[in-house]
């Protein structure tokens, strides 16, 4: 996924000295530039004010395919996660960018019929007013 093919080009880039990856379980994946943060529930976590400080990037990749979970549990994945992850970062990096990947189709407008294009236009409102250095939207499709 988008995610993975992200974290390769970071880690095998001169100009990244330190990546960290906020994960669900291990990746399994091991470099010297790599520090993995295995959270349960990423929603309910408290940063690591060592971890949150000094980021000048991220990049924010988890999602989930329409119809793969129940409404809310798609809503949680798509909006509440990404806000939550990015207000603990916000609290000890404001100088930092944040980057969202989003989707072809995302509606700012949040008055779609479409739950994709709905909620992922909620995050990318939610995430816009946070208050970062830089917000960065990218919408593959």
Same mark, same amino acid.
């Given at each position: 996924? !988008? ?8 880690? $095998?880039?001169?100009? !990244? %000295? ?16 790599? $520090?993995?943060? #295995?959270?349960? /529930? ?11 400080? *000094? ?6 990749? #988890? ?13 949680? #994945?798509? !909006? /509440? #996660?990404? !806000? @939550?992850?990015?207000? *603990? ?5 404001? $100088? ?9 189709? @995302? ?14 236009? @909620?995050?990318?409102? $939610? ?9 960065? %939207?990218?919408?593959?499709?």
């Amino acid at each position: 996924m !988008v995610g993975g093919h992200l974290l390769e080009f970071c880690l $095998q880039s001169e100009e !990244v %000295t330190e990546v960290i990856s906020i994960v669900r379980r291990s990746s399994g994946f091991q470099h010297e530039k790599l $520090q993995e943060l #295995i959270v349960a /529930d990423l929603t309910e976590y408290t940063p690591d004010e060592a971890i949150f400080s *000094n980021v000048e990037a991220a990049y924010f990749c #988890i999602g989930v395919y329409t119809g793969a979970v129940p409404r809310d549990t798609f809503r949680k #994945i798509t !909006v /509440d #996660i990404p !806000v @939550a992850f990015a207000k *603990n970062l916000h609290q000890y990096s404001p $100088q930092a960018r944040f980057c969202l990947l989003s989707g072809q189709g @995302a509606d700012r407008t949040e008055k779609s019929r479409l739950m994709f294009a709905k909620d992922k236009g @909620a995050a990318e409102n $939610q995430l816009s007013t946070i208050g970062f250095k830089g917000f960065h %939207t990218f919408r593959p499709g």
